[in-house]
DNA sequence: TGCAAAATACCCCATACGGGCTATTGCACA
DNA sequence: TGTGCAATAGCCCGTATGGGGTATTTTGCA
C-alpha cells in the first residue's frame, strides 16, 4: 500500500518558501515533489495529474484560502493526506482546517527534519500536529472551567441533548414536571439562550456537560 | 515557571509495568519518578503531598478506573498534565479519557525514549499523543463520509443549531414556513429524531454541517 | 428525453414548549 | 442567625413545534 517514494504537492503563494519547501523534499531520500501550487484554483486545476500522497497546504492564499481547498480538493482525493503549513495558530483557523478535512498542522517554524518526520507519519497512519498546536486541540475537549451550571442542571441539560421530553425527564428523576420546567428556566438564563435547541449546542460546544 | 526537574507520577496496578516505568523515568537526568499508587483511590488519598508535574494514568485499575480517576485528580490539580499510558485505542476511551482532562494518549507499546520525550513535551505545551491516536482525534473534525442530507437541509440545519426559528429562517432563505417545515420533517425522519434538539445534537456529533 | 430527487408550498390539528409569576424547604456560609 | 442559593412545586397563557397528509416546479443525471 505504501509507496516507496513519498509523492508530496505544495500549495503555498510566497515563491521563496515554496521553492524552498519543494528543494527540501524533493532532495530528501525517499520524498518526491514535483507539483507546486502557489493558489488553490491552480492546484484544483491539475492536482488530478500529480495524484500526490501528501499535501502541505498554506492557509493564507490569494483567491480560494488553503480551509476552502482543503474542501474542494479533499472531496476529490479523499486518500490524500492534508497537512497545514502556516503561521496561524488561531483556535479558529486551526478546527476550521481539521474540519475542513486537514490531518496534521505545522508551523512554518517547522524545521525541515521535523517536517519530513511529519509527512512519513501521516503516510503511516499519524495525525502530525505542531506541540502547541495538539495542546490546543486537547484542551477543547476538557471539561468547561466556568461551568454555571448546578449539578441538577447538567443532569438536566444532559437529557435535553438526549431528546428527552418535559415528562420522560421527570419521570427518570422522580421529581414533577414543573421542577424539570423551573430547571430548564434556569439553564436557559444561565446559558443565555431560549430554546432546546440552542441550549444543547451551547452544552456541546462549551462542554458544559 | 518550568522546574528543572519534572516531577513524575504514576497510576498502574500491574506491579511489573510501574516498577519499570518508575525506574526508567526516576533515573533518567532531568526525571524524578517518587510517587506511584496502584490505584486511584490511594492517588486520591496521597497525591497532593506529591505535587506532581506529570501523571502516568491506565486506564483499566481495579475499583475508580483511570478516566473518572482523573476527571477526580485534575479537579484538585488543574497544573498537572495527564498522560494517559494504555493498551486500549477504541474511540470511546480515548475521548472520554480528553473529556476527562487528560492532555497525552500514548499507547503502553511506546518506547521509552519516546515516553521521556512525551513527559517533556507535555510540560513544554504540547500535547503527546501516539499515532494512531492522534489521527482519531483529527479524524473526528472530518466531515461526515455519508451524509444523507441535501445542501438545502444542511442549510436548514445550521440555522436549527444557531437557535433560529420557522419565521426567522424562512425569512433568511426567502422561502415560506410550509417549506422549512417540509425540509425539517426531511432531516428528522433521515436522521431518525423527532425534535430540533435532537436534530442538532446528532448534526454536531457526526459533522454533518 | 424522461425519470428521480430536490425544493417549493399548502392544509389540519393536538400539544409540548417557553415566558412570567410565586412559594416552600433545606443547606451552607458568613 | 440570617442571607443566599439549590431544589422542589405549582399556576396561567399564547404559540411555536411536530405528525399526518398532498401537490407543483425545478434540477440533474441517465
Chains 1, 2 share one sequence.
Not at 515563491?15 to 484544483?44: M, T
Not at 492536482?47 to 500526490?52: E, G, L
Not at 434556569?186 to 435547541?197: D, E, G, M, P, T
Amino acid at each position: 500500500m505504501t509507496e516507496d517514494i513519498i509523492n508530496v504537492a505544495i500549495v503555498e503563494d510566497e515563491d521563496e518558501i515554496r521553492g524552498l519547501l519543494e528543494q527540501i523534499i524533493d532532495r530528501s531520500p525517499g520524498f518526491s515533489c514535483k507539483h507546486v501550487y502557489k493558489d488553490c484554483e491552480s492546484a484544483i486545476e491539475s492536482i488530478k495529474d500529480a495524484r500526490p500522497d501528501v499535501v502541505l497546504m498554506d492557509i493564507q492564499l490569494p483567491g480560494i484560502n488553503g480551509i476552502e481547498g482543503i474542501k474542494i480538493l479533499k472531496d476529490q482525493m479523499p486518500d490524500t493526506d492534508f497537512i497545514m503549513l502556516t503561521i496561524r495558530d488561531e483556535e479558529g483557523v486551526i478546527f476550521q482546517s481539521l474540519c475542513a478535512g486537514a490531518t496534521g498542522y505545522l508551523l512554518k517554524e517547522t524545521p525541515p527534519v521535523k517536517l519530513l518526520a511529519a509527512i512519513r507519519e501521516v503516510r503511516e497512519g499519524g495525525s502530525p500536529m505542531s506541540p502547541g498546536i495538539a495542546r490546543k486541540i486537547a484542551m477543547s475537549f476538557h471539561p468547561s472551567a466556568e461551568n454555571p451550571l448546578t449539578p441538577r442542571e447538567k443532569e438536566v441539560l444532559t437529557r435535553l441533548t438526549d431528546g428527552e421530553n418535559y415528562a420522560t425527564i421527570s419521570d427518570k428523576l422522580f421529581i414533577s414536571g414543573n421542577t424539570v420546567r423551573a430547571h430548564i428556566k434556569n439553564i436557559y438564563r444561565k446559558l443565555h439562550v431560549s430554546s432546546r435547541a440552542e441550549a444543547v449546542v451551547a452544552a456541546i460546544k462549551k462542554n458544559l456537560i
